[in-house]
């Protein structure tokens, strides 16, 4: 059985853990506790070099990279699918998943890590507010692909909406107008069951 490393307040872990839920696959999980500084032990760095999670141990494969893992899950458990079938179709949804995760996935860790995890006295507020500037400006031109959509491809849930769903939950504090069809996605987005039942326990909730 495949063994997955995580951490219960890892953003892009929850990815892997929304899409277990809708496959409705069991893999073996291995929480890293990164309070006891597991994740810089050689036996951890043997695994993951970078020291973070996700990290993914399948026989003689490893993957140390969340949109690979999910790849790595729908084509080996095809049902139900979360990739469309089309080339287009897939070709469009690795373009959203690389899009979160270059213009906007960091920009809302560089605000959110702090908000969760840092005495606000030692917050570096320039850098925060340049990310939500970056975050605001990724969110419009999301709001206009989203302007006749429910999910951002071939209006099927997939792999895309699934890589969103642990940002999207910190829409409320990122300090950015959200527009009101990124506002409904969200909404319904993280109100699906397999988001809910993986979010870190301090993640607000976003509301249309």
């Known amino acids: 059985m495949p063994t997955l490393y995580t951490h219960p307040f890892s953003t892009f872990a929850q990815r892997i853990h929304i899409a277990l839920i809708e496959k409705n696959v069991v893999w073996d999980v291995k929480v890293v506790d990164m309070a006891a500084k597991e994740h810089r032990s050689a036996e951890f760095l043997s695994i993951n070099p970078y020291g973070r999670v996700p990290a993914l141990v399948d026989g003689p494969l490893t993957l140390v990279e969340s949109s690979a893992i999910l790849d790595y899950l729908d084509a080996k458990h095809p049902s139900p699918p979360l990739q469309p079938a089309s080339p ?45 500037k970056e975050v605001q400006k990724h969110i419009t031109i999301l709001d206009t692909h989203l302007t006749h959509r429910t999910w951002l491809v071939n209006e099927q ?16 504090i990122l300090d950015v107008e959200v527009p009101a069809h990124v506002a409904a996605y969200a909404a319904r987005l993280t109100a699906r069951p397999s ?14």
């Open 195 to 208: 988001v809910l039942a993986t979010r870190p326990g301090d993640a607000p909730v976003a509301s249309p």
């Open 88 to 132: 287009e179709g897939r070709a469009e949804l690795h373009m959203h998943i690389k899009l979160c995760d270059l213009q906007f996935a960091g920009h809302v860790s560089t605000i959110v890590f702090p908000k969760r995890f840092i005495p606000e006295a030692r917050w570096q507020r320039e850098v925060m507010a340049n990310a939500s």
């Open 157 to 172: 849930f997939s792999l895309a909406d699934i890589a969103y769903a642990p940002f999207l939950q910190f829409l409320p």
